[in-house]
């Protein structure tokens, strides 16, 4: 599904941890690392797709994740014609995306990279979150930053479990 201007509908997904880092895939085959993305199904809405995404490449359902926030408006990247499915190339310019900041409240063993029969990833990290774009296939760069910074007001404190528990100690003569 294309829209008249030649952008086909998607979804980003920016999931972090409790020290507000940011899941980071590596590309199957591939060098290059990534935030879970993917096309918005006739019919979906943008929540929709982003859940339906979450489990195709990361395994994780909604019980496991908090929604802590999403974008305004849609974000646009034009793809060179040269990543192109040949029988796009005559009404297709890019995606647009409407991307969501969310909190891993499950655990790490919960991502599953395998959990659909088309493994978009085969490798995961936690990163920073103002995460170096080395890594990002170029096309792309500009709306991460984008996303980043537009979804950075809705990232709580990052919690220190051992850093609380020692403050705790300390304070109660422990």
Known sequence: MVDRDGYR?????????????????KRIRQDSWQFPQGGIQHGETPEQA???ELHEEVGLQPNHVQILGRTREWMR???????????????YKGQKQ???LL????RDCD??????????????????????????IEFKRDVYRMALNELARFLPAPRHPARND???RVASGH
């Open 9 to 25: 509908p998607n979804v980003g997904i920016i999931i972090t941890n409790a020290r507000n880092q940011v899941f980071w895939g």
């Open 50 to 52: 982003m859940y339906r």
């Open 77 to 91: 990247y034009d793809v060179p014609q040269q990543w192109t499915k040949r029988e796009w190339r005559s009404n």
């Open 98 to 100: 409407i991307w969501f």
């Open 103 to 106: 909190r891993l409240v499950g």
């Open 111 to 136: 991502v599953s990279l395998r959990a659909s029969g088309h493994p978009e990833f085969d490798a995961w990290r936690w990163i920073e979150y103002w995460v170096e774009m080395d890594s990002v």
């Open 166 to 168: 020692l403050h705790r």
